[in-house]
């Protein structure tokens, strides 16, 4: 299997844009993970699906953030409009259950 | 709510052990677990501990005691290659991962 798979692998975007992260989870898993990642904050889970459910997105830090999961192989987190206190690397992971966590690459994200 | 503590940093020479130590309070245990991250990676899972005891695997061990709401993860042997950061992570509910802040370990020669 390839991994999980995260696009675009890096993001250059002037403040008040709309930036949209990718990701596709490694197949047969039911759970996808967004995670982000500062040096100020370290490793936050901002929300998660299970069978491509929203189950929790008490981590989601405002109505800027939306995440969805149409279909068992994608997801998007869509940050619209971005600030530059949204510059972090974004991870997305995927588990067949709750004991491991596969990350995919991550996105850096740069609003400027 | 969770929180978790471990050292921010760690140092070593290679053919050391080093422990890094996590204490947690949160409610929902399930258990903890072990990732580690190079510089401009991702995390990658190294152990999961659900039951009080010792894990192994190769080098790496991980410990877990409930009722003192404490783990640790042991590495042996260091190599230059684990210079890296440690995070523990606590298991809540049947699927949510709450990660530590991290634990940078250096390894010098």
């Known amino acids: 299997d390839a991994g999980v798979i995260q696009s675009p692998r890096h993001e250059v975007t002037e403040m008040g844009q709309e930036v949209t992260l990718r990701c596709k989870p490694i197949?047969?898993?039911?759970?996808l993970f967004w995670y982000r990642q500062t040096m100020m904050r370290g490793l936050e889970l901002l929300i998660y699906?299970?069978?491509?459910?929203?189950?929790?997105d008490s981590g989601m830090p405002e109505d800027r953030f939306s995440a969805k999961m149409p279909n068992a192989s994608f997801s998007t987190l869509k940050i619209q409009p971005s600030e530059p206190r949204d510059s972090a690397v974004y991870f997305c992971?995927?588990?067949?259950?709750?004991?491991?966590?596969?990350f995919g690459p991550g996105t850096r994200l740069t609003v400027t | 709510g969770q929180s978790l503590e471990q050292p921010s940093e760690v140092t070593a020479v290679e053919g050391a052990i080093v422990q890094i130590n996590c204490t947690y309070q949160?409610?929902?245990?399930?258990?903890l677990s072990w990732y580690q991250q190079h510089d401009g990676g991702a995390p990658t899972f190294l152990s999961y501990n659900a039951l009080d005891g010792l894990e192994e695997t190769g080098r790496f061990s991980s410990f877990l005691s409930r009722s003192d709401s404490y783990g640790y993860l042991l590495l042996q042997e260091l190599q230059m290659k684990d210079s890296a950061s440690y995070f523990c992570a606590v298991r809540v509910g049947t699927d949510k991962l709450i990660f530590g802040t991290g634990t940078r370990l250096q390894v010098f020669p």
């Open positions: 197949s047969g898993h039911d759970y």
């Open positions: 992971a995927s588990s067949p259950s709750g004991r491991r966590s596969y």
């Open positions: 949160t409610s929902g245990f399930y258990g």
């Open positions: 699906f299970n069978n491509n459910v929203p189950i929790d």
